[in-house]
């Protein structure tokens, strides 16, 4: 069964890449689109959220959905609609940024703000709930949050000073930095009887402790401990903040908020609109924070009713293990799902050259009903947590050695890989940088059921970027996939045996009428170390042969 407005929803292959990665702009990669060779390669473009205007995590700290205007305009999402091509766009659920004007809006006048409730006050959260701590936030009962999943170590809390310096915790799931500005003699002289000699030697005193990450109150004055009480107020009275701060979800004005959003991603042109971090927006004292049941079901059932209205089709994204069946629950209610599972299938079954586990995926989707967008490489890892349950724990690590011994990283959650994990990689270099297994990899999940996504990368057989994760210091291990390209670059890959015969394959799908959500696949006999698929519609027929022993593969259509 095709579920609820899924008839108009085209299965053809998706481009994937942030604004700036094709050139530097969008206008840049509509340049790039309008070539040529890549005439009826792609039927849609998931455009990364730093298309908006954001400022942290490469995008997904949004400040607002107005179209960053140093990488994109309106004329160049017209253009791209003009080359046939629909939009998938991010729409981060969970919260947004300390930057958006909301939350500026709370720092500005603090109780007296419209937006008092629209992100959640820990304390009135909690309240009744658990014991004051000294530093002002409510520590809750063990028993209430012993089922809660905390993304970094201690509670998830931001702690905000308002105009007349309460100061407030609030929920803050994802990253947080408080900033203190860095004092002149000028500074402490308005604010203290200080000299000025004095005031500039505190000030660079003052400035080093800040830069070596101290805090105000932990700041040792030595001789100018007099002045203490005076700069501590001044600096916490001048911080700055941030991060992505938690929607309260039972703010009115936050459904407003949502409407708005959809409302104006829709009027971009979106086809699509990827939920990002929806599964931790429901929170209940005492309940999971996330994807707790049924406050999950019913936020999503609500934002589906705001975007059937504007006639976009909703794509939840979650990380679950295979296991669990979260994929399948979310399709069973008519979404779109993430096919994560393909990316370390596909290299299990090159690694083993059996293709046991991929026919058995196949069928799942098939049996199921499961509308899935499936992928190879992304701007995130690849997902392994997610195979848990088709794969065996032991498989699994031999996949994660695989990877890092090509190059690849590990990404664990606060040094706890068994709740959390992905390998960071380009996919060419995960499978060895080798082309064959490349092209095999593209042309099976150009047969597999659902929507492909081509990360642009991926389509250049990018390699794994060591450099990029050196610059980026700590907790950049993502960079490694992110490396953006030239229009040069982009040229000179047109000319690669391995680009050209990717695009190929990605216009087969996109061009050849055997395929789609309403057509019929068939996985046929063929022995272990084979895959053979057959697509079916109205008359035309397309058939992967493929080979996980020499990697080599035959494709026929009529």
């Known amino acids: 069964m095709i579920p609820r407005g899924f008839e108009a929803l085209s299965a053809g292959p998706m481009l994937n890449a942030y604004p700036d990665s094709m050139g530097g702009t969008l206008g840049d990669i509509v340049q790039f689109l309008q070539k040529p060779e890549l005439k009826d390669i792609f039927q849609a473009f998931y455009i990364l959220p730093s298309l908006f205007n954001t400022d942290l995590d490469r995008g997904f700290s949004v400040i607002d959905y107005n179209l960053n205007e140093m990488l994109a305009t309106p004329a160049d999402l017209n253009a791209l609609g003009e080359l046939g091509i629909a939009f998938k766009f991010d729409f981060i659920l969970n919260h947004a940024s300390v930057l958006s004007h909301p939350f500026q809006d709370i720092l500005a006048k603090g109780g007296a703000s419209e937006y008092k409730d629209f992100f959640i006050n820990w304390n009135a959260f909690w309240d009744g709930k658990g014991q004051m701590h000294l530093d002002g936030y409510i520590q809750p009962d063990p028993e209430l949050i012993k089922d809660m999943f905390f993304r970094k170590p201690g509670l998830p809390i931001l702690m905000v000073r308002m105009p007349d310096g309460q100061e407030v915790p609030y929920w803050n799931t994802f990253y947080q930095e408080v900033r203190y500005p ?4 000028q500074d402490l002289m308005r604010v203290t009887t200080i000299q000025y000699g004095a005031a500039q030697a505190l000030a660079d005193q003052i400035n080093h402790a800040l ?3 101290m805090k105000p109150a932990d700041l040792d004055f030595g001789r100018f ?18 991060g992505q701060m938690d929607l309260n979800i039972q703010s009115p004005l936050v459904w407003d908020f949502y409407a708005d959003t959809l409302h104006k991603l829709a009027g971009y042109g979106a086809q699509i609109v990827r939920l990002d971090a929806f599964a931790y927006a429901p929170k209940k004292p005492g309940e999971k924070n996330f994807l707790n049941d049924p406050g999950t079901w019913d936020l999503l059932e609500h934002v589906r009713q705001l975007a059937d209205q504007e006639q976009v089709h909703l794509l939840p994204e979650i990380h679950s293990r295979y296991e669990e069946k979260i994929h399948e629950k979310i399709a069973a209610q008519g979404y779109l799902t993430y096919d994560f599972f393909l990316p370390g299938l596909v290299i299990d079954a090159f690694e083993r050259q059996t293709s046991s586990l991929l026919k058995k995926w196949i069928q799942d989707i098939q049996e199921k009903g499961l509308r899935t967008v499936n992928m190879l490489g992304c701007h995130d890892g690849i997902p392994l947590l997610d195979l848990k349950g088709l794969l065996s724990d032991e498989q699994i690590d031999q ?7 090509r190059g690849g990283y590990v990404k664990d959650l606060h040094g706890a890989k068994n709740l959390y994990y992905q390998v960071n990689a380009t996919y060419y270099s995960a499978l060895g940088e080798d082309d064959q297994k490349l092209l095999l990899a593209r042309a099976i999940q150009m047969f597999m059921p659902g929507k492909p996504q081509i990360w642009y990368l991926d389509l250049m057989a990018g390699k794994n970027d060591h450099a990029a994760v050196e610059k980026a210091g700590p907790g950049g291990h993502k960079e490694i996939n992110r490396t953006n390209l030239s229009l040069a670059q982009l040229e000179a890959a047109l000319h690669q045996p391995v680009v050209i015969q990717q695009l190929e394959l990605i216009r087969l799908r996109n061009t050849c009428p055997a395929f789609g959500f309403d057509a019929e696949l068939t996985v046929l006999p063929s022995d272990d170390h084979e895959l053979k698929m057959r697509w079916q519609r109205q008359g035309h027929t397309a058939t992967l042969d493929a080979n996980l022993k020499t990697y080599r593969y035959r494709i026929q259509t009529n």
């Open 182 to 185: 860095r004092l002149d003699a």
């Open 399 to 405: 996949l994660i050695q695989t990877v890092v011994r």
């Open 225 to 242: 401990e007099s002045h203490r009480k005076a700069v501590v107020e001044f600096l916490e009275s001048q911080r700055k903040y941030l």
């Open 211 to 213: 830069d070596a990450g």
